[in-house]
C-alpha cells in the first residue's frame, strides 16, 4: 500500500514521516524504510513543512487569531447573559472547532528555531509541539457539549474551555513583531489597547452573572438602573460595560449591598486600578518614544543653536545651518547614513548598498563592460559615500582639479556656463565627473544644487583601490576612458578653433550657442580638456601616465 501511494501521489514520504514521528513516541521504530534517494526524501518531507514567517503560515494564523478574537468576544458573553439558545450560534460553534482543530495540525509541521539553527526534522518537530502548548490546544477543542447527551440539557458554560486559547494570542503579537515594518511601538500600544477593551468585556458579562445570580436581592444602587434584567440585551451589555470600564478605574460610584456584590466590586477595583496604572504608564512612555527620531532632531537643534549664539555666528549661516539639518531630519529621520548601517553585520551591510546602489552604477558608460560582473560591481558600490547639497551651493566649479566622480540620489543640478546661464539640468539617476577618476584634469564647468541633493561619491583614491583588486577589468574601462577623454580635447579643441576665426565678428549670438553644446558635453565627463597652450605631447603623456 505504501508503494502504491508512493507511485500515485508522492505521499509514501509523508506517510512515513507521521509513521517514525509516531512509533518514536511509544519508544519504537519503524521497519518500513523511505524508498529513493535521501535527497528526494527530504525534498518531499520540506513539501509538508511550514516556516514560522512563511507567508501562507502568517495568513494561517492571521486567521485563527481572529478566531481566538470571536471565542473571546462570543463565549463570555453567552455565559455571563445566559444565553441557551445554542442553535443561533451552531454553524460558527462548528467551523472555529474545525479550525482550531486543523492549527493543531499545522503546529505539527511547522518548524522552528534553536539557536539560529531552522528545526526541520519532523520527529523533533512533534516533540517540540508536545512538550509545548499541545496539551493545552488539545484541551481547547475538547468537546465538552456531549454532556447535553447524558443531561438532556444546554449550558453555555460547556464551551468555556475555549478561552483556553487565549495564551496563543501573545504568541501571535510577539510573530507579528518579527515580520512587519510596523515600529514595535505601535504594535505594543494595539496590544495594551487590546487587553484594556478585553479585560472590560470580561468584567463587564461577569457583573451581569452576579447580577444575575443575585436575582431580586440586586439592588438600583448596584446595577446603577431600575429593571436592568426586563431589558434588550443590547441595553443590557452597555450598562455592564459602562461599570466595567468606571470601575476600574475607580471612579464607580455604585453602592454594593450583598457580600457577593462587595466582594465582587472589591476585586475588579484592584485588578482594574494595577492593570491601568501599568497600562497607562507603559502607552505614555511608548508614545513619549513612538518618534524618537524628532526627539532626537529637537535635542540637536538645541544644541546647535546654543553654540552659534554663542559664537556669534551670522544670521544668514545660521539660517543655512538649521536648513541642512531640518532637510537631513525631514529626508532621513535624522539619520546619519554613514552610521546607520554600521551595526549590521558585513554581509548584510554589503546586500543593503548593493540593492540601494548598484542600478546607477550599471548605467555609467565607463562600467559597461563590468556591470554583469557582480564582484566588481559590489566593490564599486562599498566605495560610495553619501552627500547632501543644499540648494544654490556649488558641488563643482569650472577650473578645479576633478578627483570625484558623483552619483545623484535624488535632486537636481543645474549645469551652468560662465554668464551663469542653465545649460543642461542633471535628475534623478545622473552622473557626472567619471573622467576624473582617471585624468588629473580640470572641470569643464560648474554645477549648482537646484534642490536639496542627495548624491553618492567615488573618491579617485577609492576607485584606484578597485582597480588594484580587477587588473582584468581595469583594462577595459582605461580604453572606454581614453577614447572618451580624447573626444573631449577633440571637442575643445575644435571650439577653440572655431572661437578664434570668429574673434572679428561681432556675431556673439552664434559664440554663445556654440558654448552651452560643448559645456555640456564636458560637464557630463566632469573633465576639462588642456588649455590652448597645452601642445599635443603633453596630452599624450597625461593619457599614457593613467593608464600606467
Not at 8 to 36: E, N, R, W
Not at 228 to 237: A, F, Q, V
Not at 271 to 287: E, K, N, Q
Not at 491 to 512: F, K, L, V
Request: aromatic share 12%; net charge neutral.
Amino acid at each position: 500500500k505504501l508503494q502504491f501511494l508512493y507511485f500515485i501521489g508522492g505521499g509514501h514520504t509523508y506517510i512515513m514521516g507521521i509513521t517514525d514521528a509516531l512509533s518514536s513516541c511509544f519508544g519504537k521504530s519503524s521497519t518500513v524504510q523511505p524508498m529513493g534517494k535521501d535527497t528526494q526524501a527530504r525534498k518531499r518531507d520540506d513539501a509538508f513543512l511550514f516556516a514560522q514567517e512563511d507567508v501562507i503560515r502568517n495568513r494561517w494564523d492571521i486567521l485563527i487569531f481572529c478566531t481566538v478574537v470571536f471565542i473571546c468576544i462570543v463565549v463570555p458573553l453567552r455565559l455571563g447573559f445566559l444565553i441557551m439558545e445554542w442553535q443561533y450560534w451552531l454553524v460558527m460553534d462548528i467551523f472555529s472547532d474545525v479550525l482550531l482543530a486543523l492549527d493543531i495540525v499545522i503546529c505539527t509541521m511547522t518548524t522552528f528555531e534553536v539557536d539560529g539553527e531552522v528545526i526541520k526534522d519532523r520527529t523533533t518537530i512533534l516533540h517540540h509541539y508536545l512538550r509545548g502548548w499541545f496539551a493545552a490546544d488539545l484541551l481547547s477543542v475538547f468537546p465538552f457539549e456531549f454532556i447535553c447527551l447524558i443531561t438532556k440539557k444546554y449550558h453555555p458554560a460547556y464551551r468555556a474551555n475555549r478561552l483556553i486559547r487565549m495564551g496563543r494570542l501573545t504568541y501571535y503579537f510577539s510573530q507579528w513583531e518579527k515580520v512587519t515594518s510596523l515600529k514595535p511601538s505601535v504594535i505594543r500600544i494595539f496590544k495594551s489597547t487590546f487587553v484594556i477593551l478585553f479585560l472590560a468585556h470580561f468584567i463587564g458579562c461577569a457583573f451581569f452573572l452576579v447580577i444575575l445570580i443575585e436575582g431580586d436581592d440586586a439592588k438600583v444602587d448596584f446595577t446603577g438602573t431600575e429593571n436592568i434584567l426586563n431589558r434588550s440585551l443590547g441595553s443590557k451589555y452597555i450598562r455592564a460595560f459602562y461599570w466595567s470600564f468606571v470601575t476600574m478605574t475607580g471612579y464607580n460610584n455604585t453602592n454594593p449591598h450583598t457580600q457577593l456584590e462587595t466582594i465582587f466590586s472589591i476585586a475588579v477595583t484592584m485588578v482594574g486600578i494595577s492593570l491601568f496604572a501599568t497600562i497607562i504608564g507603559t502607552v505614555g512612555s511608548l508614545v513619549t518614544n513612538l518618534d524618537s527620531s524628532a526627539l532626537y532632531f529637537r535635542q540637536k537643534m538645541d544644541g546647535i543653536n546654543d553654540y552659534m549664539k554663542y559664537k556669534r555666528i551670522p544670521q544668514d549661516l545660521q539660517n543655512e545651518v538649521r536648513n541642512y539639518y531640518t532637510y537631513l531630519w525631514k529626508s532621513g529621520k535624522g539619520l546619519d547614513k554613514n552610521k546607520v548601517l554600521d551595526d549590521l553585520p558585513p554581509y548584510l551591510k554589503n546586500k543593503m548598498s548593493v540593492i540601494l546602489n548598484s542600478e546607477i552604477i550599471k548605467k555609467v558608460p565607463l562600467f559597461q563592460q563590468c556591470k554583469d560582473d557582480t564582484e566588481f560591481i559590489n566593490e564599486i558600490v562599498k566605495c560610495l559615500k553619501p552627500r547632501v547639497c543644499l540648494p544654490n551651493s556649488f558641488v563643482v566649479r569650472k577650473g578645479e582639479v576633478g578627483t570625484e566622480m558623483f552619483f545623484i540620489s535624488r535632486g537636481e543640478l543645474n549645469v551652468v556656463s560662465d554668464d551663469d546661464k542653465v545649460v543642461f539640468t542633471l535628475k534623478d539617476g545622473g552622473f557626472f565627473g567619471e573622467i576624473a577618476l582617471l585624468y588629473d584634469t580640470k572641470r569643464t564647468a560648474s554645477i549648482v544644487a537646484r534642490t536639496y541633493c542627495d548624491m553618492f561619491v567615488l573618491t579617485k583614491e577609492d576607485f584606484k583601490k578597485v582597480m588594484k583588486k580587477f587588473p582584468t577589468q581595469s583594462k577595459g574601462i582605461k580604453e572606454i576612458a581614453k577614447e572618451r577623454f580624447q573626444s573631449i580635447v577633440d571637442a575643445e579643441r575644435q571650439r577653440e578653433q572655431q572661437t578664434s576665426e570668429r574673434e572679428g565678428n561681432d556675431d556673439d549670438g552664434a559664440q554663445d550657442e556654440e558654448l552651452p553644446q560643448t559645456t555640456e558635453q564636458g560637464a557630463r565627463e566632469g573633465t576639462t580638456a588642456p588649455d590652448a597652450s597645452q601642445d599635443a605631447d603633453a596630452e599624450r603623456n597625461n593619457a599614457e601616465g593613467a593608464e600606467e
